[in-house]
């Protein structure tokens, strides 16, 4: 199985640029479709960005389109999420999950069994 485990996080102000790592041990990972999740304050866990297990297929919630991408290197065993033209609306904590059916890009966080711990991003207006 795979562990995951995030960094990146920080304090930026709108319209800053943050990019998440997320380090994954365990043989399997370049097996495992990978997905960024978000929490904020009050709210339930939402959709960011997913990948499939070669990288050749992404998709993307629509309030981060074009400001985000998701990005894997298989050989480092690492999956980022490039996040720029950061706003207010964007904090929260993010995690980084995984799932063994490589193909599959689902939106859906109970298809992820396995998660790294979060890590913070807060953006200030």
């Known amino acids: 199985q795979v562990q995951l485990v995030e960094s990146g996080g920080g304090l930026v102000q709108a319209g800053d640029s943050l990019r998440l790592s997320c380090a994954a041990s365990?043989?399997?990972?370049?097996?495992?479709?990978m997905g960024w999740f978000r929490q904020a304050p009050g709210k339930a866990r939402e959709f960011v960005a997913n990948i499939n297990w070669s990288g050749s297929r992404t998709d993307y919630a629509d309030s981060v389109k074009v400001r985000f991408t998701i990005s894997r290197d298989n050989a480092k065993g690492t999956v980022y999420l490039q996040m720029n033209s950061l706003k207010p609306e964007d904090t929260a904590v993010y995690y980084c999950?995984?799932?063994?059916?490589?193909?599959?890009?689902?939106?859906?966080?109970?298809?992820?069994?396995?998660w790294g711990q979060g890590t913070q991003v807060t953006v200030s207006s």
């Open positions: 999950a995984a799932h063994d059916k490589g193909w599959n890009l689902t939106p859906q966080s109970g298809e992820y069994d396995v």
């Open positions: 365990g043989r399997r990972f370049s097996m495992n479709a």
